[in-house]
């Protein structure tokens, strides 16, 4: 396992040429330490659902790497555009319904009729954009084990190591970004148009909901977009 920090010359390349390497990735954020691998890298994907006893039905975030990409991949109306053209990049994740089959079909994922997608800020999304392909990624931390030793999600270099040496996960290469302070979700909105026209927040969040709900009243005119 190779170990950089964030102040690496070449950070953005090494993750880059390690995903293109079918390598797994993790990767610090401002809310926590993400565990990462190409979004077609089913190996990959698998490794990290095993060492983190997750279930597939709790989906990871399909992280692309510019607005137009999402757009082309999943069905996107007016309230969901307007989500997207304001909040992302940022600490935002929707569930989003793929716009046919066959896009579908090219990723690795559990559940082939929407995705939970993401255009995050930052260290990793300065990697994604670079990288120009769609990339899976989770928390850093086992799921459902007992509530009272739960600690969440890493959020240090030390709490890595000791997710690492606990389920002897192999990773191509870690990035040491010190401590990650905000220990907050993404925010979470169902904006499958099967389920629903209007966006609705599944779980709140880093953005809030009244930012949210402000994006969403853009529609008729009714605040005009401040700079």
């Not at 293109?20 to 490794?47: E, S």
């Not at 007992?146 to 969440?152: K, M």
Request: contains cysteine.
């Amino acid at each position: 396992m190779e170990i950089i920090t964030t102040k690496h010359t070449d950070v953005v390349q090494n993750a880059i040429n390690a995903l293109d390497n079918g390598g797994i990735v993790i990767i610090p954020t401002i809310r926590w330490y993400m565990i990462c691998c190409n979004a077609k890298n089913a190996d990959g994907l698998k490794k990290i659902f095993t060492a983190k006893n997750r279930s597939y039905n709790k989906p990871p975030l399909f992280l692309v790497p510019d607005k137009q990409f999402a757009k082309k991949l999943f069905v996107i109306n007016e309230q969901t555009n307007n989500l997207i053209e304001h909040l992302w990049p940022g600490e935002l994740a929707m569930y989003l319904t793929w716009s046919s089959k066959t896009n579908a079909e090219n990723y690795c994922l559990d559940d082939k009729n929407c995705a939970l997608v993401a255009m995050l800020p930052n260290l990793l999304g300065d990697i994604i954009y670079r990288y120009s392909r769609p990339v899976l990624s989770t928390t850093v931390n086992v799921s459902n084990i007992n509530c009272e030793e739960d600690r969440g999600p890493a959020i240090s270099l030390k709490e890595v190591l000791e997710f690492i040496n606990e389920t002897n996960i192999k990773i191509d290469l870690l990035i040491d970004g010190g401590i990650c302070p905000a220990f907050n979700h993404t925010t979470l909105i169902d904006c499958r148009n099967d389920v629903t026209d209007t966006p609705l927040i599944v779980r709140e969040g880093y953005v809030h909901k009244r930012v949210i709900n402000y994006v969403l009243s853009i529609n008729n005119g009714d605040h005009k977009d401040e700079q």
